[in-house]
C-alpha cells in the first residue's frame, strides 16, 4: 500500500458525460501527478500540482482539468467524454521540493467510457 | 517519433536467468533515469533512479545509463518468479520545476519457475 488513495475504483459512463475522479496523497507529500494509462499509449504525465499550484503540464487534453485543494487533495476533471479516454487514471505524490522524490502511485481508476 | 522508446516484449525466462530490459529516448536533455515495477491491477512502483550516466546496483538489480548513446538498461540477476511485471522505464530533464515526466510503453516480464 503507497499511502495514495483514489476514488471511485471503477467508473462506467456514457459519452459526452463529465466525471469527477479525486486523490488524497501520502501524509506529508505535498506535489500530486495525474497519469493516464492506456493499452497502446502506455503511461501518459497528465499534470503536476505542487502545494496548490500548477507545477508541469503533460499531454491534457483541454477537456480535462485537474485542482489541487489547500488540505492536498486534487481533483481530475474530464468532460465531454469520448469512447477514446478510456483508460486507467493514476494518481501519484511526492514529497517534492528538491532534485528528486520519489513519486507513490495510487492504484488507480478504471474509466469505461460506453 | 516518441520521446521514450521500448520493447514491449512480452519477454518470457526461466528462473535463475539474467535479465536485461532496455529503453532507447531522443531527447539529451534528459537527466534523470527511473525504473518502475508494475504488477497486473496495481500501480507502478519506482525500483531504482539514477542520474546522469553511470550505473547503480541495488541488490539483483542493475541500472546503466549510456547518455552518448541515449540509451539506458535494466539488469535483473537471479530473476525470481516474483519478479514477472511490468517494467516501465521513465525519464525528465528536471523534475519538480516544470517538466514533464516521460515514460516508456513497458515490458511484459514472466519468470518461470
Known amino acids: 500500500d503507497s499511502g495514495v488513495t483514489q476514488t471511485p475504483k471503477h467508473l462506467i459512463t456514457a459519452t459526452g458525460q463529465r466525471v469527477t475522479l479525486r486523490c488524497s496523497p501520502r501524509s506529508g507529500d505535498l506535489s500530486v501527478y495525474w497519469y493516464q494509462q492506456s493499452l497502446d499509449q502506455g503511461l501518459q504525465f497528465l499534470i503536476q500540482?505542487?502545494?496548490?499550484?500548477?507545477?508541469a503540464k503533460g499531454n491534457i487534453l483541454e477537456r480535462f482539468s485537474a485542482q489541487q485543494f489547500p488540505d492536498l487533495h486534487s481533483e481530475l476533471n474530464l468532460s465531454s467524454l469520448e469512447l477514446g479516454d478510456s483508460a486507467l487514471y493514476f494518481c501519484?505524490?511526492?514529497?517534492?521540493?528538491?532534485?528528486?522524490?520519489?513519486?507513490?502511485f495510487g492504484p488507480g481508476t478504471r474509466l469505461t467510457v460506453t | 517519433q516518441k520521446e521514450v522508446e521500448q520493447d514491449p516484449g512480452p519477454l518470457s525466462v526461466p528462473e535463475g536467468a539474467i535479465v536485461s530490459l532496455n529503453c532507447t529516448y531522443s531527447n539529451s536533455a534528459f537527466q534523470y533515469f527511473m525504473w518502475y515495477r508494475q504488477y497486473s491491477r496495481k500501480g507502478p512502483e519506482l525500483l531504482m533512479y539514477t542520474y546522469s550516466s553511470g550505473n547503480k546496483e541495488d541488490g539483483r538489480f542493475t541500472a546503466q545509463v549510456d547518455k552518448s548513446s541515449k540509451y539506458i538498461s535494466l539488469f535483473i540477476r537471479d530473476s525470481q518468479p516474483s519478479d514477472s511485471a511490468t517494467y516501465l522505464c521513465?525519464?525528465?530533464?528536471?523534475?519538480?520545476?516544470?517538466?514533464?515526466?516521460?515514460f516508456g510503453t513497458g515490458t511484459s516480464l514472466t519468470v518461470i519457475p
Open positions: 521513465a525519464m525528465t530533464s528536471a523534475p519538480n520545476t516544470g517538466n514533464q515526466f516521460y
Open positions: 501519484a505524490s511526492s514529497l517534492a521540493g528538491g532534485p528528486f522524490y520519489e513519486q507513490y
Open positions: 500540482y505542487y502545494n496548490g499550484e500548477e507545477r
